[in-house]
């Protein structure tokens, strides 16, 4: 079952999943929520705009998290590094803090940004690792080998139900276009199974508006399975299975400390000469366990006809869309000894040439997933076919039928400049009240 699952989908990883739909004819379905955005003439808040580099290598940092210190308003960077920040003018006197893996975090007083382009230049935590204590590899392709077979030593072995909020939207430029949010029931199998992970989706909602789309509707194909096949450990043949492992150079970046513990960063590279759309990017590995805690990578681009093949379902024929950068991130979190898919986030660019048209259109698309709880899924089961969604779904449509004002209560507004950490705190409180009704019905 799971070659057949896997052959459907080889071309390249996620290539069937992250698909854009264009449609000539545009229809305007009933927003579900509406989506706080403050607009230009707002003079509530301020708006800061940079850069966050590497301060060695001045490469841009994708991912990186900037947060204003105790408040849940955050962002992260783009694939070029590139952030912008809406801070509200009630707390313009406060601090943000940037951060990202393996790198020293700063904690900048608002006061020192400026209206024009900021940059921010971070530090490599660098740890020396004591070759007593630890046994080092002799090389980072057999580092990261042994880490894909000790898959079923170290991450989950039983099936296990998890909750998990899911968020996807597509911007114009750095305008908000299309917002869609999820709850969703995700069927986790072992990480030894060859049996794919199911998903049912529990509550959501949508807001679009369609002003801003040009003359097409644009769609994002796979909905919560957008995130959830970015988990390497459970689904290693999209990037590293066994005869893709050779195509690709490893080498040891520097080790770090990350929540007290040591952590190899291995950097991984598309070998020259190979033309397919591979990836390059990094891996942090325990040093003592060889445990993935963390991937951020982003797909080569070595062909931009054949890369547009792997994500454009459909288009108008007067109009070219090319792939300008797609970046993943995973990140795994441990309890009892065992780590467990936690978080992912994938952060695709596409541009849009029309004929005959001076001015081309450049869009942003970005699916993020928190595992918000979990427990033993004892009797191994999953629900019915029909019960559960297709890895075609296209969430923004799904869930005009799933709105629920009961469920949603008070968080009746889809806040874009918000963690998705700030959103699961509130989507944790209105599910505890609805199997606390569920419980109690007869």
């Not at 971070?122 to 204590?133: F, K, T, W």
């Not at 968020?167 to 199974?193: G, H």
């Not at 004002?405 to 705190?425: R, V």
């Amino acid at each position: 079952m799971r070659q057949k699952y896997i052959q459907v989908r080889k071309k390249s990883f996620l290539a069937v999943l992250f698909i854009m739909l264009f449609m000539g004819a545009l229809t305007i379905p009933k927003a579900s929520a509406n989506f706080q955005e403050p607009q230009e003439q707002d003079i509530t808040y301020i708006q800061y705009k940079g850069e966050v580099m590497d301060s060695k290598t001045k490469k841009p940092m994708v991912f990186a998290t900037l947060s204003i210190d105790e408040t849940n308003i955050s962002t992260i960077s783009n694939t070029e590094g590139v952030f912008a920040l809406k801070v509200p003018k009630s707390i313009a006197q406060g601090n943000v803090l940037v951060s990202f893996l393996g790198y020293k975090s700063k904690l900048i007083p608002l006061s020192q940004f400026k209206d024009g382009n900021n940059k921010i230049y971070m530090d490599i935590s660098v740890v020396q690792l004591s070759e007593v204590s630890l046994s080092i590899p002799k090389n980072a392709e057999s580092l990261v080998r042994e880490t894909l077979r000790k898959r079923g030593q170290n991450y989950f072995k039983d099936p296990t139900l998890m909750t998990a909020f899911y968020r996807e939207s597509i911007k114009k430029r750095k305008r908000n276009v299309s917002l869609s949010e999820a709850v969703v029931n995700i069927y986790k199998t072992p990480y030894t199974s060859t049996r794919p992970d199911g998903v049912q989706l529990y509550k959501a909602r949508k807001s679009t508006d369609y002003s801003r789309l040009d003359t097409i509707a644009l769609k994002l194909q796979g909905g919560p399975f957008n995130a959830l096949f970015v988990d390497i450990m459970k689904y290693p043949e999209y990037i590293f299975e066994e005869e893709s492992l050779s195509k690709y150079d490893f080498t040891f970046d520097h080790s770090t400390r990350i929540n007290d513990r040591h952590i190899f960063v291995v950097q991984f590279t598309q070998k020259p000469g190979i033309g397919e759309q591979l990836y390059h990017g990094k891996l942090y590995i325990d040093a003592e366990n060889k445990i993935l805690t963390s991937a951020i990578y982003s797909l080569n681009i070595t062909n931009k006809k054949e890369a547009s093949k792997l994500f454009v379902r459909r288009k108008p024929r007067n109009v070219k869309v090319w792939p300008n950068e797609v970046a993943y991130r995973v990140d795994y979190r441990e309890k009892n000894g065992r780590w467990y898919y936690g978080y992912s986030n994938v952060l695709m660019e596409f541009k849009i040439n029309w004929d005959k048209k001076l001015f081309n259109s450049v869009y942003s698309m970005t699916s993020e997933m928190a595992v918000t709880d979990w427990e033993r899924n004892l009797t191994n089961e999953m629900p019915k076919a029909r019960e559960r969604i297709k890895t075609s779904i296209i969430l923004g449509d799904e869930a005009i039928g799933f709105a629920d004002p009961d469920f949603w209560g008070e968080y009746n507004i889809i806040e874009p400049d918000k963690s998705i950490e700030s959103a699961i705190k509130k989507i944790r409180r209105q599910l505890k009240k609805a199997k606390s009704k569920d419980t109690s019905a007869p």
